[in-house]
């Protein structure tokens, strides 16, 4: 084991060692997405916390720098994006550092002296060049971006194929009325601009399954803009792939026996991040015993103990948050057969009031909102929720069992 160094990755965006169960959404971007001319559809991937998200966005950048796109974007969890000015700053430097290479003009400069030396001197297209015709554009922060957006593309189009626009956590990209704020709405009016005038601007959003919801609500034509990929948990197979491939790609000489295998498959429920999770802590535990000298015959990896960290690291932060009140509403949610997929309020209303609740609906409804906001839960559609994190009734059952 000497050699060996733990393949899996969990965490927020680390690329895993192998990206299992994904081949259908890469080539669907490869020639359905990057081929359009002109381009009808923008892309939406969306699905729960630790799916798999900016892994896939991550993985798909390169393929289409490889195509000649020019790819611009960023992760949008800072609230930097409230405010309309905010995210034209924020669009501005994401497209000045993607077009940094880009060669406005040259100039010849010839020294002064016996030798006349005359060098080259690249001018290239900058943050202060992009600022510059943005401040100097008259009328509406749409229109200093649709300005930008048009000389970028003059300068650039011998060069490139067209412009991405890829920004992950887009859920937190958000219209309020109350601020009178539309910097989603610049986004999409900005692109949809764009592609109305044959210029090639892709825009590809990532997030929280929120995000067709607010898309939507910002412009209703939003829906026809996107194609939307859900990313789910992976299959039985890809979840094995995951597992296995990466052991036998480090050359691990300790190979899980196929029940190993399945257990981690069932426990994971296929969740990507899970996966990660348990066979980096797998791992761990067998180097680790190894190294006190315990023969591997011996070795013992307790996937009880394994969870209950998972469950310190990935729900506990979340659960802290909410009150006694709340996690009673959780519990019962969680009893629910239907609990990790959708479920109703008039679900939610039966079951409280056959655990002897006496909680009113509105009170119910209060709190769904309370839990909606701090991330646990979504609403899928009027009257129907689903939990945001995944397999947290089995979470919820664990914590309230004990
Ligand atoms: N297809 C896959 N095969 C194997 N592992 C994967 C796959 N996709 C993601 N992972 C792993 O799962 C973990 C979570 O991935 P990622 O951060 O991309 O999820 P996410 O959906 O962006 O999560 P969040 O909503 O919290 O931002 C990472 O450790 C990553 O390496
Ligand atoms: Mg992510």
Redesign the pocket.
């Known amino acids: 084991m000497d050699n060996f160094k733990n393949p ?15 081949q259908i959404q890469l080539d669907d971007f490869k020639q359905n997405i990057l081929t359009q001319e002109p381009i009808l559809k923008n892309l939406i991937i969306s ?12 993985t798909l950048k390169p393929l289409a720098l490889k195509e000649g796109w020019i790819v611009a974007g960023t992760d949008l ?1 800072e609230s930097a994006s409230v405010s309309e000015a905010n995210f034209s700053t924020r669009l501005l430097t994401d497209l000045a550092s993607a077009v940094s290479n880009i060669v406005l003009s040259t100039q010849e400069i010839t020294s002064i002296g016996f030798q006349g030396k005359t060098e080259r001197v690249e001018h290239h297209l900058n943050y202060e060049i992009l600022n510059y015709i943005y401040k100097s554009t008259h009328g509406l922060e749409s229109d200093k971006l649709k300005a930008v957006i048009k000389f970028i593309w003059e300068v650039c189009q011998k060069h490139a194929k067209g412009i991405i626009l890829a920004y ?2 887009a859920q937190n990209l958000k219209d309020t009325k109350e601020d009178k704020q539309y910097p989603l709405s610049l986004l999409l009016e900005i692109t949809q601009h764009a592609q109305k005038n044959g210029l090639p601007v892709l825009l590809i959003l ?3 399954p929120t995000l067709l919801t607010n898309l939507v609500e910002a412009r209703t034509y939003s829906e026809r803009m996107f194609h939307q990929t859900i ?1 789910n948990r ?1 299959s039985p197979e ?1 979840s094995r ?2 597992i296995v491939r990466p052991i036998a790609d480090q050359n691990c000489p300790v190979k899980l026996t196929t029940e190993a295998v399945d257990q981690i498959i069932e426990h994971s429920g296929g ?7 348990i066979c980096k802590e797998t791992y761990d535990a067998l180097i680790q015993q190894q190294a006190m000298g315990v023969p591997l015959s011996d070795i013992r990896i307790r996937i009880d103990e394994i969870i209950r960290k998972l469950d310190i690291d990935f729900y506990q932060a979340r659960w802290n948050r909410a009150t006694d009140k709340q996690r009673n509403l959780l519990n019962v949610i969680a009893q629910l057969d239907n609990a990790e997929a959708e479920f109703s309020m008039k679900d939610i209303e039966v079951a409280m009031k056959s655990s002897g609740s006496k909680v009113s609906a509105s009170a119910i409804n209060v709190m769904l909102k309370a839990l909606t906001e701090a991330g646990l839960l979504y609403k899928t559609r009027h009257g129907f929720y689903s939990f945001a994190v995944p397999m947290l009734s089995h979470f919820v059952k664990r914590e309230m069992g004990e």
């Open positions: 899996f990755r969990p965490g927020a965006g680390h690329l895993p060692p192998y990206l299992a169960g994904r699905g729960l916390r630790g799916v798999g998200k900016t892994v896939l966005l991550d969890s992950d956590e990532t997030g929280l990313l992976l890809d792939e995951a969740y990507p991040y899970f996966i990660q999770y």
